[in-house]
């Protein structure tokens, strides 16, 4: 009987010992983990501890939010339009054939409502919005019918706006309340934004007023064919119906976007929206203050198309990169400056182009009144031209 007690108690010993060695290696592990090196001191341990639990957690923006969140509005816009009594309104088959169908079923009148957001850009009144919000989608701005406005703020005050101009091709607007002393958000340059840099987005998603959702930039100079400038900031930060025309922000509370569009296959938020960079919209808001409208660099008709690999071989330019000039009028500007169909743009004043949007938007921001050089591979060999930037708008006087 003894010898059991002795050979059991032998055992527990033995197991005990080796409990200890076992959680004495796991922990000397985890310390070695921990520290930068085997001969750091133990104090050094505890700081990268430290030091990796902070990264860990997500960075406190309610500061960021408290200071933009009251220069965001909400906007409502009714306007008074046409409606069709055609049971084929919608069927494109009739409406091709056959137009409308008003003048066989008539027209009523009836109300189109929009809602989104706006951001105050100065503080005596100036309010950029999207377009579609002002005239909902796929509506046009018609003087003779202008759309009734009303901006409601962050302390509940309400008060009509005018429409200083419109811009279909950035899906911008700005709009002008009689106000001063309203809160704004300072600008930031769009430029430098980088991928998975913070940014907030602050809207009225579903009419509910100044919602604040955190995401980052997934990409930046996104092209996706909805309107006919583009230039967009792709974030994940949550944008829903009702958040256009809303701010993007970034970390140190600037205002790096206007919140445009979204994609989504259930028409909410999927993690995929888009943002007109702060930038451009800056620039596009002094052109509508200055002459109402948006006046963009021109070289007259010219039709772009990539260039595929076989069609490189076809004009000698094997393995070139560019943008096929595909069809252009004798009267364009750049035709008779030597452009001809068949050459492929490499460059634009130095920037190589790879694709027509990208070539269209450098010709639309360039400097109207100044020359572009446009380097071509024609037959072979790489020759420059100089075009004239004409205006795509006229000046307007007075």
């Known amino acids: 009987m003894s010898s059991r007690v002795v050979l059991a108690t032998l055992l527990l010993v033995c197991g005990f010992a080796a409990g200890l060695v076992l959680t004495g290696r796991m922990r000397s592990s985890d310390e070695t983990l921990a520290q930068p090196s085997t001969t750091a001191p133990a104090t050094s341990a505890s700081s990268a501890v430290q030091v990796g639990g902070a990264a860990a957690s997500l960075p406190d923006f309610s500061r960021i939010a408290g200071q933009t969140v009251p220069a965001v509005t909400n906007i409502s816009s009714m306007q008074v339009v046409r409606r069709s009594n055609s049971p084929f309104a919608n069927d ?122 955190l995401g980052i930039v997934s990409a930046v100079n996104r092209r996706v064919g909805i309107s006919a400038y583009e230039d967009f900031i792709q974030t994940d930060a949550a944008i829903n119906p009702g958040n256009s025309g809303g701010a993007l922000i970034n970390a140190r509370g600037e205002l790096v976007g206007i919140n445009t569009a979204i994609y989504s296959q259930s028409g909410g938020y999927q993690g995929i929206g888009f943002a007109v960079p702060s930038n451009l919209a800056r620039r596009v808001m002094g052109e509508l203050i200055e002459f109402g409208e948006v006046r963009r660099g021109d070289i007259g008709y010219v039709e772009f198309a990539n260039v595929t690999t076989h069609v490189a071989e076809q004009l000698g330019a094997p393995g070139a990169n560019g943008v096929l000039v595909a069809r252009m009028m004798r009267t364009s500007a750049a035709y008779q400056a030597g452009l001809e169909p068949g050459d492929i743009i490499v460059a634009f004043n130095g920037q190589k182009v790879d694709e027509p949007s990208q070539l269209t938007r450098l010709i639309q921001d360039a400097k109207i009144g100044s020359t572009a050089t446009l380097r071509v591979i024609r037959e072979g060999r790489e020759v420059d031209v100089k075009v004239p930037v004409e205006s795509s708008v006229p000046r307007r006087r007075g």
Do not use: C
């Open 92 to 213: 494109p088959f009739f409406q091709y054939f056959f137009g409308g169908g008003d003048d066989m079923f008539g027209s009523r009148r009836g109300v189109q409502s929009s809602l989104g957001s706006g951001v105050i850009v100065t503080s005596d009144g100036y309010i950029l919005t999207n377009n579609h919000v002002i005239v909902g989608e796929g509506g046009r701005l018609s003087v003779e019918n202008l759309p009734d406005i009303t901006i409601a703020f962050g302390n509940k005050r309400e008060l009509r706006a005018r429409i200083v101009g419109v811009d279909p091709a950035t899906d911008l607007a700005l709009l002008k309340v009689d106000a001063t002393g309203l809160p704004t958000i300072p600008w930031g340059d769009s430029s430098k934004l980088k991928v998975a840099e913070w940014v907030l987005a602050i809207g009225t998603p579903f009419q509910l007023d100044q919602t604040v959702t």
